[in-house]
């Protein structure tokens, strides 16, 4: 095209009249899910997660929990498990559970070199143990933010994914896990996990297979 010709039509689009603002979008229904009381948002997520082959066991506190844990650990035999270290794990002293329980209780802590740590998350541990930052009823879905004291391999790489959910740390939707994760890090996180079940992926011939690229089997245990 001609420079001047060029230099015509861009001239003519800067001096266009701008297109109008697009109208505002109408307010969103209300939502029935936000309604759900704390007994139904555990029995949406329980039937959720089972839809997408997971285990939830409920327990009424920490006791329960590990003696719960105790329980799946004897059933599936452990040696070695990976834990995170995030505030809902922390008051249940795994450590201590590992030694009673004769099971090595690993963390990231424990690893001077990152690819010992990836060793033993891959390869030596019968599972990784986590707790959430949130739960969502609609999905059965829980919401992991990843740090320091949450590392991501922890729930992507063993075989099993364990993961602790305090019951009132369960809600309705993606929109409020999403708004109070942003409240509280005081924006989006870099690193933001939605898990819902194991790993599923269709790559090969468009056939669902779960486990490819993650775990087999999630089981959640709901305290409270």
């Known amino acids: 095209m001609p420079y001047a010709a060029r230099e015509d039509i861009l001239g003519k689009l800067k001096k266009a009249d701008r297109r109008e603002e697009a109208p505002a ?22 039937e959720n997660l089972a839809l997408q082959t997971g285990v939830v066991h409920r327990v009424a506190d920490r006791a329960g929990a590990l003696e719960k844990l105790t329980e799946i650990a004897q059933a ?10 995030d505030e809902v794990l922390a008051p249940l002293d795994l450590a201590a559970w590992g030694r009673t329980n004769g099971i090595d209780v690993l ?14 998350v891959f390869d030596q541990v ?6 959430v930052d949130w739960a969502v009823a609609e999905t059965g879905t829980v919401a992991l933010v990843h740090d320091e004291r949450q590392p991501r391999l922890v729930s992507l790489a063993p075989i099993l994914h364990v993961v602790v959910v305090p019951v009132d ?7 409020q896990a999403l708004e109070r994760i942003l409240a509280a890090r005081g924006g ?16 090969i011939q468009a056939t669902p297979f779960k486990g ?3 775990p087999r089997r999630v089981i959640a245990l709901l305290i409270g």
């Open 76 to 85: 599936e035999g452990w040696k070695a498990v990976m834990i995170a270290t």
């Open 126 to 131: 019968d599972a990784g143990i986590t707790g």
């Open 212 to 214: 490819m690229h993650g």
């Open 169 to 175: 740390r369960i809600l309705p939707v993606y929109e």
């Open 25 to 46: 979008r109408p307010p969103l229904p209300p939502l029935t899910e936000v309604g759900w009381g704390t007994e139904q948002l555990i029995e949406k997520f329980t």
């Open 188 to 203: 989006m996180p870099a690193h933001l996990n939605l898990i819902t079940g194991p790993s599923m992926t269709a790559d």
């Open 107 to 120: 963390k990231a802590a424990d690893f001077t070199a990152r690819d010992a740590f990836k060793d033993a």
